[in-house]
């Protein structure tokens, strides 16, 4: 069966960096969206970055500039590089896949065809 195991999450100063891994099991996606979305105690989920099969990739206004999203194919895992943290990031992050070829269901619908189960940034000032 299809999984998607997160890691790479834990605590970090603000400013510091880290990079959260997914790693995809049961199947191809290279022909898939994938993405990464957080959230926030009270809050709404939020989608953070998306990459299309293609390479390109869409991300959220309060992280661009800090964030890089990117895959290895060969690998079969995704790729979120965090740079210049900031206390609001502080979230459970969650990798995500979509079987379609564009990104329109997940990056606008917020739907996707599997989730991880989430790895946890706490972003301390």
């Known amino acids: 069966q299809v999984q998607l195991v997160e890691s790479g999450g834990g605590p970090v100063q603000a400013g510091g960096s880290l990079r959260l891994s997914c790693a995809v099991s049961?199947?191809?996606?290279?022909?898939?969206?994938m993405g990464w979305f957080r959230q926030a105690p009270g809050k709404e989920r939020e989608g953070v970055a998306a990459?299309?099969?293609?390479?390109?990739?869409y991300y959220a206004d309060s992280v661009k500039g800090r964030f890089t999203i990117n895959k290895d194919n060969a690998k079969n895992t995704l790729y979120l590089q965090m740079n210049s943290l900031k206390p609001e990031d502080t979230a459970m992050y969650y990798c995500?896949?979509?079987?379609?070829?564009?990104?329109?269901?997940?990056?606008?619908?917020?739907?996707?065809?599997?989730w991880g189960q989430g790895t946890q940034v706490t972003v301390s000032s």
């Open positions: 995500a896949v979509d079987r379609a070829p564009s990104c329109l269901k997940l990056w606008v619908g917020s739907e996707a065809s599997y």
């Open positions: 990459i299309k099969s293609d390479g390109n990739a």
């Open positions: 049961g199947y191809t996606y290279s022909s898939a969206c």
